[in-house]
T-cell receptor, first 111, second 110 residues
Framework: DGGITQSPKYLFRKEGQNVTLSCEQN?????MYWYRQDPGQGLRLIYY???????QKGDIAEGYSVSREKKESFPLTVTSAQKNPTAFYLC??????????FGEGSWLTVV | AQRVTQPEKLLSVFKGAPVELKCNYS??????LFWYVQYSRQRLQLLLR??SRESIKGFTADLNKGETSFHLKKPFAQEEDSAMYYC????????????FGKGTRLSVIA
């Protein structure tokens, strides 16, 4: 699980700004995922990618965008269209049919 | 629709007492069920998956397809078990994402 790196760990954003959260994995995993964790809400899926250059929307994709240009990288951009972006963001990855592993997370606060 | 329900937000038990964290699911097909745990200031990590049928840190969970449940149990709680526990479901086809319940915070009182 040490092979998934999220950065930055803490990020402050002004209203109206876009910010990008980085997620890198060196586990040679095919699939990567972004979840948002809010108190009392559990984890909700934002986007996921099963293969390079392809990704699908999750349950709460509005106001977010992703790219998957390289197998090891799956950055998440939180746009100004996201109405309530303050949250804890978790990136994860997996091999086909195998356990999903998580990164340490990134805290985003809008100021 | 896929859904995971954890009815308890908070569960407090005394050290040495039995623990049962409830999880019910809704899925048309044969899902994979998981329990993940998040200790304070640590990353979310896998505790159990139903296909492994193993015991980790004294915890077990049995998939009951008739009741669509996957409750997590431990006979004697320890203080170090205090954490946030999430039940999760995945469809049976490969790289589909996990669907999580809202989580239960377990607090073990000394």
């Amino acid at each position: 699980d040490g092979g998934i790196t999220q950065s930055p760990k803490y990020l402050f954003r002004k209203e109206g700004q876009n910010v990008t959260l980085s997620c890198e994995q060196n586990l040679n995993h095919d699939a990567m995922y972004w979840y948002r964790q809010d108190p009392g809400q559990g984890l909700r899926l934002i986007y996921y990618s099963q293969i390079v250059n392809d990704f699908q929307k999750g349950d709460i994709a509005e106001g977010y965008s992703v790219s998957r240009e390289k197998k090891e990288s799956f950055p998440l951009t939180v746009t100004s269209a996201q109405k309530n972006p303050t949250a804890f963001y978790l990136c994860a990855s997996s091999l086909y049919g195998h356990t999903i592993y998580f990164g340490e997370g990134s805290w985003l606060t809008v100021v | 629709a896929q859904r995971v329900t954890q009815p308890e937000k908070l569960l407090s038990v005394f050290k040495g007492a039995p623990v049962e964290l409830k999880c019910n699911y809704s899925y048309s097909g044969s899902p994979e069920l998981f329990w993940y745990v998040q200790y304070s200031r640590q990353r979310l990590q896998l505790l159990l998956r139903h296909i492994s049928r193993e015991s980790i840190k004294g915890f077990t969970a049995d998939l009951n397809k008739g009741e669509t449940s996957f409750h997590l149990k431990k006979p004697f709680a320890q203080e170090e078990d205090s954490a946030m526990y999430y039940c999760a479901l995945r469809g049976s086809s490969g790289n589909t994402p996990l669907v999580f319940g809202k989580g239960t915070r377990l607090s073990v009182i000394a």
